[in-house]
């Protein structure tokens, strides 16, 4: 199938056997796995992922690629197809529903949803074993990047208090149909353990991250005046003169529980 891939979708076609390749080497799936998709497109890492697993649940949101999907298919191995927009999947419930505790997720992601579909996978992280995804290459440096770089910010906290980030290699635009105007990389995320997650309020964590790096060059005493003042700061062991990009990402959990406490 050769569709004129859509813009408004934004669909970026992987067509590099040897990216291909890798990308299903480093999922390594396995028959016993419950494998999702995000965005299948035309199959390229649908096919060889069915091969391997032996069935997999894909979720699309473009109608027209769905015949082509399921005719193609039938021989290799069985093929739920989820006709909708992967931000209004429940993922718990989808595992609950098929009677698994976790899922392994994959997908050539929509780069124009990225975040939104990395805060949604987060959200439902216990249910999930491990995620593989091809995002723009900035984007996967922002959400391994270390306190003090440039580009750390609320998505490296943020997945970072959720997971294990690995980043495995980049890929550069030829790969893709039609090139997109960035550089990619595939990224690893490996939900934590249930004791290493931690335990604040997500809400209060995320409100505190936001209010922290919206304001990136102000003082954290500044940034979060609206959210606690600098004695509730120091309460958490952090300098209300430092900045958001200095603090690691348990310093935040940290802030989110003396505020929650008072
Ligand atoms: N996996 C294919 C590949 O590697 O060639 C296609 C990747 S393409 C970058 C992104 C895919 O996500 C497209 O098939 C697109 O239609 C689909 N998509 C876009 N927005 C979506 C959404 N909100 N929910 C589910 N799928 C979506």
Redo the contacts with the bound molecule.
């Keep these: 199938m050769s569709a004129r891939p859509?813009k408004s979708?934004?669909?970026?076609?992987?067509h590099e056997r040897r990216y291909i390749e890798r990308i299903v080497s480093a999922i390594s799936p396995r028959p016993t796995d419950f494998l999702v998709?995000?965005?299948?497109?035309?199959g390229?890492?649908?096919f060889p992922l069915l091969t391997a697993a032996g069935k997999l649940t894909a979720?699309?949101?473009?109608t027209d690629?769905i015949p082509h999907l399921q005719a193609n298919s039938a021989s290799v191995g069985e093929l739920s197809i989820i006709h909708?927009?992967?931000?209004k999947v429940d993922f718990t419930a989808l595992a609950q529903r098929q009677g698994v505790s976790h899922l392994r997720i994959a997908?050539?992601?929509?780069?124009y949803?990225s975040s939104p579909i990395l805060f949604h996978c987060i959200d439902h992280a216990a249910a999930i074993t491990d995620m593989h995804f091809?995002l723009q290459k900035e984007v996967v440096d922002r959400m391994a990047a270390d306190p003090g770089s440039k580009v750390y910010g609320r998505l490296s906290v943020m997945l970072q208090l959720a997971c294990r980030v690995e980043p495995l290699f980049d890929v550069p635009p030829g790969a893709f149909r039609p090139p997109p105007k960035v550089d990619s990389a595939v990224v690893r995320l490996v939900p934590l353990a249930a004791e290493a997650r931690h335990d604040a309020d997500p809400e209060r964590v995320y409100a505190i991250v936001k209010a922290a790096f919206a304001q990136r060059r102000k003082t954290l005493g500044n940034a979060l005046r609206q959210l606690m003042d600098a004695d509730a700061i120091r309460l958490a062991d952090v300098d209300p003169k430092a900045r958001a990009e200095t603090l690691a990402p348990e310093d935040f959990v940290r802030l989110a529980k003396v505020t929650t406490a008072s």
């Design positions: 859509k979708f934004g669909q970026h076609f992987l998709e995000i965005g299948p497109g035309e390229a890492l649908t979720i699309e949101l473009d690629l909708a927009d992967v931000l997908g050539n992601l929509p780069y949803i091809m």
